[in-house]
């Protein structure tokens, strides 16, 4: 039986912000899917990833993504990427992390995250609505506040330990493939999140809800 359900943040428990970049390529003639081409490269060690280990400061990524994303061809400003992360809580995923605990699983939030960098554009309902989300996991892991991120094998060893488990506890939900490769290598069950309804189904199937 599992003991733990790891889950991503945007993307599974809120809307991917990949469909803000499209709509962001759109108005700004780019290529479609410019922006994750940007963050592809040198993955591990670009801007991105550096901000989401706590590396440089917002200024110095700004500065950072647009000379990356000019030497592929299109100059965007790092900020105009950091304002499209934003996305919607999805209530049904929000339903289902419920079921999973109320079943006894522990449950935990994996996310590669920016210091702040919803904060200053949220609301205050908004604000509460994200608390009472995140209030619901066990334990909750930021690569801005450990230094490392997916799909880096450390911070999955960080989420087991944080919670008393072993990688064959664990059913790890992501959008991105990349991220669930080392999860899967380590012995966690793995599930790729395409939409809400196939997590769901796919959920409740492993762990027989």
């Known amino acids: 039986m599992k003991k733990a359900?790891?889950?991503d943040f945007g993307g599974v428990i809120l809307t991917s912000p990949f469909e803000s970049?499209?709509?962001?390529?759109?108005?700004h003639e780019l290529p479609i899917n410019f922006i994750r081409s940007?963050?592809?490269r040198q993955a591990h060690d670009n801007a991105w990833a550096k901000l989401e280990r706590s590396e440089v400061t917002?200024?110095?990524f700004d500065r950072l993504f647009a000379d990356e994303s000019a030497a592929?061809?299109?100059r965007v400003p790092g900020v105009d990427v950091l304002?499209?992360?934003?996305g919607e809580i999805q209530p049904e995923m929000v339903d289902l992390l419920d079921r999973v605990k109320a079943a006894g699983h522990k449950v935990a939030c994996l996310t590669n995250n920016v210091l702040d960098a919803d904060g200053h554009r949220s609301s205050p309902q908004r604000a509460q609505t994200l608390a009472e989300v995140m209030a619901r996991f066990d334990d909750i892991v930021e690569s801005s506040q450990?230094?490392?991120?997916?799909?880096?094998?450390?911070f999955y060893e960080i989420a087991?330990?944080?919670?008393?488990?072993?990688?064959?506890?664990c059913v790890f939900l992501d959008d991105l493939g990349v991220n669930l490769k080392p999860a899967a290598a380590m012995g966690m069950t793995t599930i790729k999140v395409s939409s809400a309804k196939q997590a769901i189904d796919d959920l409740v199937a492993v762990l027989r809800l």
């Open 72 to 74: 592929l061809g299109h």
């Open 21 to 27: 970049f499209n709509r962001y390529e759109a108005a």
């Open 146 to 154: 450990v230094g490392v991120r997916k799909p880096e094998r450390r």
């Open 83 to 86: 304002e499209l992360l934003a």
């Open 5 to 7: 359900v790891l889950w």
């Open 38 to 40: 940007v963050n592809a």
């Open 160 to 169: 087991c330990e944080r919670l008393g488990v072993v990688p064959a506890d």
């Open 58 to 60: 917002v200024d110095e």
